[in-house]
């Protein structure tokens, strides 16, 4: 057993050394123990690096990336893991592109959570003022940070409050801005930092700009948890700002405008019926992309970016077919290349089919979405949508005419045999409609909501070989 004792400082480095190693003598993950800081050598020992490097390995830079995010997570298991993927992108390159994978989606939770932290510190952290002896101001700020991020953001510190001194206490680490130079000490408990004469204007800015008719404690409490409250001088303003706020969103509301007149919903019918609609008779797919790029068929064209028509030869004698474009995809103009796209693009390679040889596209061709804040949370899209987004799913069957549809989700199921029956019995059967067979499976994105991660490596081997039995298909001679 190789048992590997990280620094609390400089850890992504040593870990990385270690890991090339090991990893360049095959040694397997079970094979090796981490541990951060002097823990000791263990009950048996511990048994010494091999010599020299080993053998080369390969691995992507978004790897690298990944691993200096996640080695500063306090799960004690984060160097493991790590190395876990590190071996195993030596017999599968392409890894991190599986999002379903449950080793790639557990390091994509710690590196988010890692991510986060960082991001509160920067916004989290207040300076006060201490007396200071030279030209220099001097300043000093307490923080407690779920993670050991304090060395790998000290450098956002650094430029960003170059032109004085300042330190940033934890109780892990502290960071010493001093005359332009860096360096760190041991944590230590909360110091008595005096008031600062900003802090009063700051709390009446914060107040001022404070809107009542948007409170949501919720979302709230998990941007700003309560845990950095006591160390932030505008929130002291809080209970006072929620307790007026209901008698401040009435009078916002009776200085607000009137209604508009009910004529503006018949001039907004009319301005919409006059809106170009795709013409009647398409003979080709380059006519019905440029003709869905103008559908006014449902309210969803009028906040989507664009409509995402589908893509692949036209000759595609496969054809898969999703329920609407993400964000990604209504950004881009192009089906799967999100998340979701991920996922299915890896289970289209282990069931042995080329992107590049089959039809992609979507039941609805804007993308619906709820905003929240700066973020478009996907909506399903209501039968009313689906049914008049058909007209264009069904042009494209009847241009590309596919051997074979793949059904994947509910919805697309829905539009493509007119069924709304639970899709988990359907699933891995072929059922035959006027416009060709039809294939129903799980859609990626339920892959990637699935939260039980048993569940879910089921539903990617389903989807894998439902993709494996549709290439069959429409692969098999006619009439076979």
Same mark, same amino acid.
């Given at each position: 057993?190789?048992?590997?004792?990280? *620094?609390?400082?400089?850890?992504?480095?040593? @870990?990385?050394?270690?890991?090339?190693?090991?990893?360049?003598? +095959?040694?397997?993950?079970?094979? %090796?123990? @981490?541990? !951060?800081?002097?823990?000791?050598?263990? !009950?048996?020992?511990?048994?010494?690096?091999?010599?020299?490097?080993?053998?080369?390995?390969?691995?992507?830079?978004?790897?690298?990336?990944?691993?200096?995010?996640?080695?500063?997570?306090?799960?004690?298991?984060?160097?493991?893991?790590?190395?876990?993927?590190? $071996?195993?992108?030596?017999?599968?390159?392409?890894?991190?592109?599986?999002?379903?994978?449950? !080793?790639?989606?557990?390091?994509?939770?710690?590196?988010?959570? %890692?991510?986060?932290?960082?991001?509160?510190?920067?916004?989290?952290?207040?300076? #006060?003022?201490?007396?200071?002896?030279?030209?220099?101001?001097?300043?000093?700020?307490?923080?407690?940070?779920?993670?050991?991020? %304090?060395?790998?953001?000290?450098?956002?510190?650094?430029?960003?409050?170059?032109?004085?001194?300042?330190?940033?206490?934890?109780?892990?680490?502290?960071? !010493?801005?001093?005359?332009?130079?860096?360096?760190?000490?041991?944590?230590?408990?909360?110091?008595?930092?005096?008031?600062?004469?900003?802090?009063?204007?700051?709390?009446?800015?914060?107040?001022?700009?404070?809107?009542?008719?948007?409170?949501?404690?919720?979302?709230?409490?998990?941007?700003? *948890?309560?845990?950095?409250?006591?160390?932030?001088?505008? $929130?002291?303003?809080?209970?006072?700002?929620?307790?007026?706020?209901?008698?401040?969103?009435?009078?916002?509301?009776?200085?607000?405008?009137?209604?508009?007149?009910?004529?503006?919903?018949?001039?907004?019918? /009319?301005?919409?019926?006059?809106?170009? /609609?795709?013409?009647?008779?398409?003979?080709?797919?380059?006519?019905?992309?440029?003709?869905?790029?103008?559908?006014?068929?449902?309210?969803?064209?009028?906040?989507?970016?664009?409509?995402?028509?589908?893509?692949? *030869?036209?000759?595609?004698?496969?054809?898969?077919?999703?329920?609407?474009?993400? +964000?990604?995809?209504?950004?881009?103009? #192009?089906?799967?290349?999100?998340?979701?796209?991920?996922?299915?693009?890896?289970?289209?390679?282990?069931?042995?089919?080329?992107?590049?040889? %089959?039809?992609? $596209?979507?039941?609805?061709?804007?993308?619906?979405?709820?905003?929240?804040?700066?973020? #478009?949370?996907?909506?399903?899209?209501?039968?009313?949508?689906?049914?008049?987004?058909?007209?264009?799913?069904?042009?494209?069957?009847?241009?590309?005419?596919?051997?074979?549809?793949?059904?994947?989700?509910? $919805?697309?199921?829905?539009?493509?045999?007119?069924?709304?029956?639970?899709?988990?019995?359907?699933?891995?059967?072929?059922?035959?409609?006027?416009?060709?067979?039809?294939?129903?499976?799980?859609? &990626?994105?339920?892959?990637?909501?699935? &939260?039980?991660?048993?569940?879910?490596?089921?539903?990617?081997?389903?989807?894998?070989?439902?993709?494996?039995?549709?290439?069959?298909?429409?692969?098999?001679?006619?009439?076979?």
């Amino acid at each position: 057993m190789h048992r590997i004792a990280l *620094p609390e400082r400089g850890t992504f480095e040593a @870990w990385r050394d270690a890991a090339r190693t090991l990893a360049g003598h +095959d040694i397997p993950p079970e094979a %090796v123990e @981490w541990t !951060l800081g002097d823990a000791g050598a263990g !009950l048996f020992g511990s048994d010494p690096l091999p010599p020299g490097p080993g053998h080369p390995l390969a691995v992507p830079r978004a790897f690298l990336d990944l691993a200096e995010t996640v080695i500063l997570h306090r799960d004690p298991a984060a160097p493991a893991l790590l190395y876990q993927a590190l $071996t195993g992108l030596q017999r599968r390159p392409r890894l991190l592109a599986d999002a379903a994978d449950p !080793l790639v989606r557990r390091l994509r939770l710690l590196e988010k959570s %890692v991510r986060r932290d960082i991001h509160k510190m920067r916004a989290f952290v207040r300076f #006060r003022e201490l007396p200071s002896a030279s030209a220099r101001r001097r300043f000093a700020a307490w923080f407690e940070p779920e993670h050991r991020i %304090v060395e790998a953001n000290a450098g956002f510190f650094t430029r960003r409050f170059a032109d004085m001194d300042w330190a940033i206490h934890t109780p892990d680490l502290s960071a !010493l801005w001093t005359d332009g130079a860096l360096s760190f000490a041991p944590g230590a408990p909360r110091p008595d930092l005096p008031d600062d004469a900003a802090e009063e204007l700051w709390a009446t800015y914060f107040a001022n700009i404070f809107n009542p008719a948007r409170i949501k404690l919720g979302s709230m409490r998990l941007h700003m *948890p309560r845990k950095y409250w006591k160390n932030m001088p505008e $929130t002291a303003q809080i209970p006072a700002m929620l307790a007026a706020a209901e008698g401040r969103v009435q009078a916002m509301a009776a200085a607000a405008a009137t209604e508009s007149p009910a004529r503006a919903a018949a001039i907004s019918a /009319r301005y919409r019926a006059a809106m170009p /609609r795709a013409p009647e008779r398409i003979g080709s797919l380059e006519e019905a992309r440029a003709a869905c790029a103008l559908c006014t068929r449902c309210g969803l064209c009028e906040a989507a970016t664009q409509a995402v028509f589908g893509e692949g *030869p036209a000759e595609a004698a496969l054809m898969l077919v999703g329920e609407q474009p993400g +964000d990604h995809e209504d950004l881009q103009g #192009r089906p799967f290349v999100g998340p979701a796209g991920q996922v299915l693009d890896a289970a289209m390679a282990e069931a042995g089919i080329a992107r590049d040889r %089959v039809w992609l $596209t979507n039941a609805v061709k804007h993308f619906k979405f709820v905003p929240r804040g700066k973020r #478009r949370l996907h909506q399903r899209p209501d039968q009313h949508e689906v049914s008049h987004c058909r007209w264009w799913l069904d042009l494209e069957r009847e241009l590309v005419r596919p051997r074979l549809t793949v059904a994947l989700g509910a $919805t697309a199921a829905l539009a493509l045999t007119g069924s709304g029956a639970d899709l988990t019995r359907r699933r891995g059967q072929v059922e035959q409609t006027l416009a060709g067979p039809v294939l129903p499976s799980w859609h &990626p994105s339920a892959i990637l909501r699935q &939260p039980d991660r048993d569940r879910a490596a089921i539903m990617r081997r389903d989807l894998v070989k439902d993709l494996a039995l549709a290439l069959s298909l429409a692969a098999a001679p006619a009439g076979g």
